[in-house]
């Protein structure tokens, strides 16, 4: 089993820059890809990036360099450095973990971008 907590998240003015953290726990040696997808009022769950346990990296278009996924192995933590941060950002981000088969899932964590 894989126990994710995710967090980070807030209210930010456009232009503006907040950093996601994810925290596995558990049967963490299994982990395959750790990434985050968010989701806005009204639309469907969409993935934002992912980083494999290999460090092979793949954003969404569009992130088009302003957000940055990183992993860090000792602490078992994933990150997401979002910068320039714009309105159409604002939804919750659930923090997601592959492990073998399954699929395991953060809280979220809203991030409210204002104008």
């Known amino acids: 089993q894989v126990q994710l907590v995710d967090g980070g998240g807030g209210l930010v003015q456009a232009g503006g820059s907040l950093r996601l953290s994810c925290a596995a726990s558990?049967?963490?040696?299994?982990?395959?890809?750790m990434g985050w997808y968010r989701q806005a009022p009204g639309k469907q769950r969409e993935l934002v990036a992912d980083?494999?346990?290999?460090?092979?990296?793949n954003y969404a278009d569009f992130v088009k360099g302003r957000f940055t996924i990183s992993r860090d192995n000792l602490k078992n933590t994933v990150y997401l450095q979002m910068n320039s941060l714009k309105p159409e950002d604002t939804a919750v981000y659930y923090c997601?973990?592959?492990?073998?088969?399954?699929?395991?899932w953060g809280q979220g964590t809203q991030v409210t971008v204002s104008s």
């Open positions: 980083i494999t346990s290999d460090g092979i990296i």
């Open positions: 558990g049967s963490i040696f299994s982990i395959n890809r």
């Open positions: 997601n973990a592959l492990r073998g088969n399954w699929i395991h």
